[in-house]
C-alpha cells in the first residue's frame, strides 16, 4: 500500500478534506489560487484571512456579522480544517474558503495587496526548547510578506496568551518597521475599549475562565 493511501486509512478527515468543494488543499492547487480570489468569490469584496483559530467558533461568527467581505481560513490540520468548514456551513452563507497549507505559506496564496484583515489568534509559541523558535509563525520573512499582501491602511490584529511570545513579536516588528501599531495591550479584556466579548475565540473563553490576559495589538499597513 503506498504512503498516501496508509494516510487516508488512519486518517479519515484526508479524503473528507480532499472532497470538499469549500477546502483548496495545497497538495491539489491551493498554489494556483495566486491570483484568482476574486474569480473564486464572484465579487471583489474585501478578503478577510484567518490564521489557526483552534475550532472555528470565531471564522463562523464573522462569516455571519459580514456577508460582504470574503473570508478565508488557513489551517495545516485535517481534521480541524475539516470541523471549521461544517461550522462555517451551518451559516447558510458562501462567503468562504478553507486552504491547507502553512501559514506561512502566504506569498504563495495571495497577490500583492489583496488581503484587507488578518487574524493570528494564539499561534502555537514553540516555547519549550530554544531551537523551536525557528518554527514560530511570525518571522521577519512572514512579517514583510504580509505587509506586501495586504492592502495600504489595513491591519493585521494578533492575539497571544503567552507573553514572551508577545513581546518578543512587537520587538521583531519594531525591528522591520513596516507596520504601524495602533493599540498594543497587555490585558486586551481589561484595557482595549471596543474588547468584544460576543466574539471570543475557544482559547478565550478558556482563559478568562482561568483570569488569563490576553495580550492583543493591532498593525496597520
Do not use: C
Given at each position: 500500500m503506498l504512503s498516501s493511501e496508509k494516510n487516508k486509512k488512519n486518517n479519515a478527515y484526508i479524503q473528507k478534506v480532499e472532497d470538499h468543494p469549500k477546502i483548496i488543499n495545497q497538495e491539489v492547487n491551493a498554489f494556483e489560487m495566486h491570483w484568482k480570489w476574486s474569480e473564486l468569490f464572484w465579487n471583489?469584496?474585501?478578503?478577510?484571512?484567518?490564521?489557526?483559530t483552534w475550532l472555528g467558533s470565531f471564522f463562523a461568527s464573522q462569516i455571519k456579522e459580514y456577508p460582504n467581505k470574503n473570508f478565508i481560513w488557513k489551517d495545516i490540520r485535517f481534521k480541524r480544517i475539516y470541523n471549521t468548514v461544517i461550522k462555517a456551513e451551518e451559516t447558510w452563507l458562501d462567503n468562504f474558503m478553507l486552504v491547507k497549507t502553512k501559514g506561512e505559506n502566504i506569498d504563495k496564496v495571495f497577490n500583492d495587496g489583496e488581503l484587507s484583515l488578518t487574524y493570528v489568534f494564539f499561534?502555537?509559541?514553540?516555547?519549550?526548547?530554544?531551537?523551536?523558535?525557528d518554527n514560530?509563525?511570525?518571522?521577519?520573512?512572514?512579517i514583510i510578506d504580509l505587509y506586501n499582501k495586504t492592502k495600504v491602511w489595513w491591519k493585521l490584529i494578533f492575539k497571544t496568551?503567552?507573553?514572551?511570545?508577545?513581546?518578543?513579536?512587537?520587538?521583531?516588528?519594531?525591528?522591520?518597521?513596516l507596520w504601524k501599531i495602533n493599540i498594543e495591550s497587555r490585558d486586551y479584556?481589561?484595557?482595549?475599549?471596543?474588547?468584544?466579548?460576543?466574539?471570543?475565540?475557544?482559547?478565550?473563553?478558556?482563559?478568562?475562565?482561568?483570569?488569563?490576559?490576553?495580550?492583543?495589538?493591532?498593525?496597520?499597513?
Amino acid at each position: 500500500m503506498l504512503s498516501s493511501e496508509k494516510n487516508k486509512k488512519n486518517n479519515a478527515y484526508i479524503q473528507k478534506v480532499e472532497d470538499h468543494p469549500k477546502i483548496i488543499n495545497q497538495e491539489v492547487n491551493a498554489f494556483e489560487m495566486h491570483w484568482k480570489w476574486s474569480e473564486l468569490f464572484w465579487n471583489d469584496n474585501d478578503i478577510v484571512l484567518e490564521i489557526w483559530t483552534w475550532l472555528g467558533s470565531f471564522f463562523a461568527s464573522q462569516i455571519k456579522e459580514y456577508p460582504n467581505k470574503n473570508f478565508i481560513w488557513k489551517d495545516i490540520r485535517f481534521k480541524r480544517i475539516y470541523n471549521t468548514v461544517i461550522k462555517a456551513e451551518e451559516t447558510w452563507l458562501d462567503n468562504f474558503m478553507l486552504v491547507k497549507t502553512k501559514g506561512e505559506n502566504i506569498d504563495k496564496v495571495f497577490n500583492d495587496g489583496e488581503l484587507s484583515l488578518t487574524y493570528v489568534f494564539f499561534p502555537d509559541p514553540w516555547a519549550k526548547k530554544k531551537s523551536q523558535i525557528d518554527n514560530r509563525l511570525f518571522s521577519k520573512k512572514f512579517i514583510i510578506d504580509l505587509y506586501n499582501k495586504t492592502k495600504v491602511w489595513w491591519k493585521l490584529i494578533f492575539k497571544t496568551d503567552h507573553l514572551e511570545y508577545f513581546n518578543t513579536t512587537i520587538n521583531l516588528f519594531k525591528e522591520i518597521w513596516l507596520w504601524k501599531i495602533n493599540i498594543e495591550s497587555r490585558d486586551y479584556e481589561n484595557e482595549v475599549e471596543n474588547f468584544d466579548k460576543q466574539n471570543m475565540t475557544e482559547f478565550e473563553h478558556i482563559f478568562r475562565e482561568y483570569k488569563m490576559k490576553i495580550n492583543y495589538v493591532e498593525f496597520e499597513k
